[in-house]
């Protein structure tokens, strides 16, 4: 017989203490069991990638000790493993915070009715957004597809929900079969790769809430103009908080409009709001990660081959600025938003590589990786999206360089072979006459590789592609 005063608290995009309305709801209904389970079984295709494995297992661990070791820890298909818990440990009440993802959606939808026909009450609650998806609809009740009419619909609906403090006493139970950190297998064999990317991060909610009070004192007064320069420290890096719930976005608002108002704070706002808009198009269109949210683009022939596919995600394209992008990502797990939007495009119109290819390696290479930005960031940027650029808005990466990374500082970083380069040819070495590469001792081809297309002719080749599909 369940029981009354023993429940479940299921984590799973909300690894915090700090404003969650459903750790309150357990706390507030005696004692309670934290559970974590990780189910690559009903994420199919979306399991999560490497790189969010290596995050999940440090902010599992971070979790874990502020419930005092109570953590229980589980792996296997959530349907049969949740249902069953709540039998042995005598739950009368299983508490989540809701989830979007499409497979998601449906698991929790069956384990509801499974727990419902065993008497047991769940509860789940709004935990991750500053609005839901059903909340905001146009007049007539569809939803909105482009950003900004959405985001002025958001604005002028509901004010998004106040922070609620961690509850003062919290009396958590531990499941004595439930596995260790180390059972749940999340660590990739590649030690170096690992560490290197650790040595990048500080994971959890102390280390999230952290990075948004840096954020604010050091960042968000120049946010609108500094956050197109990659080397520039002007963004607040919160996004793989942001993703496992670490920091929910109603706590990071609260905090950003504590501050003076002015154009900085509208643009994160408007930012953190694009997030919202991904999740939003995810739960009303869940097809996004899979297909065009333009049918007309499925009859795009996309031409670019494996080959291509496997130098732009090594950084071996020759494209100095797509090359930094794609070694700042494998080497710390994340890349700053101009550089994504660069080495997208790149690979998406000038080496005609489909974008859902691209989405698949920052899958499994970001320790942000998130369905709903990252399908609807590639998409945006293919021009095959929501509200998207238009196609035929094909980055130029030199131009792109230039002008957000003068002093190439940022492609130095991760492209060092080149840093003996007068700036000016760092940008497109291919350019730069042989006396000058000789006399730093660069031979492209041997050091560095030579451009793998060019970029004039595949621009145009792409636009031609674009007028036959227009037309
Ligand atoms: C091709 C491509 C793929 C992307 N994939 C992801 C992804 O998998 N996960 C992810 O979180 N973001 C993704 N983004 C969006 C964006 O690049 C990152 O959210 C941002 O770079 C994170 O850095 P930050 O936290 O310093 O951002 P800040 O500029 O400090 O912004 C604050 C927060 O706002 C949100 N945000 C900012 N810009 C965007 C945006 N364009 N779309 C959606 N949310 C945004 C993020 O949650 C971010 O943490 C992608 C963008 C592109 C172009």
Redo the contacts with the bound molecule.
Sequence with gaps: MPSDTVSILWFRQDLRLEDNPALCAAVKSGQFYPVYILDDENAGDWAMGAASRVWLNSSLDKLNHSLAGKLSLYRGNAEKILPALAARLGAGAVYWNRCYEPWRIGRDTNIKKTLNDANVVVKSFNGSLLWEPWEVLKKDATPYKVFTPYFRACRAGTLPAKPVPVPKEITALKDDEALSLEDMGLLPKQKKWVAQMHSHWDVGEKAAQHALSD?ISN?LDR?KKG?DYPSEKS?????????FGEIS?NF?LDKILEQSAGENRDH?YS??A??E??YYLLYHFPKLPDENFQPKFDGFNWFGSQADLKTWQRGMTGVPIVDAGMRELWQTG????RV??I??SFLTKNLGVHWRE??RW??DT?V???????S???Q??AGSGADAAPYFRIFNPVTQSKRFDENADYICTYVPELAKLPTRYIYAPWEAPVEVLESVGLKLGRDYPEPITSLKASREKALSMYKDLAG
């Design positions: 954020f960042g946010y956050r963004v607040s890096r919160l996004s793989p908080h942001l993703h976005p990071v994160f930012e953190l694009w997030r808009f991904s994340y890349m700053h938003n994504r939007m080495v997208a691209g989405a920052f899958w970001l942000d990786a998130d369905l709903a930005s990252n609807a960031s590639w945006w940027v």
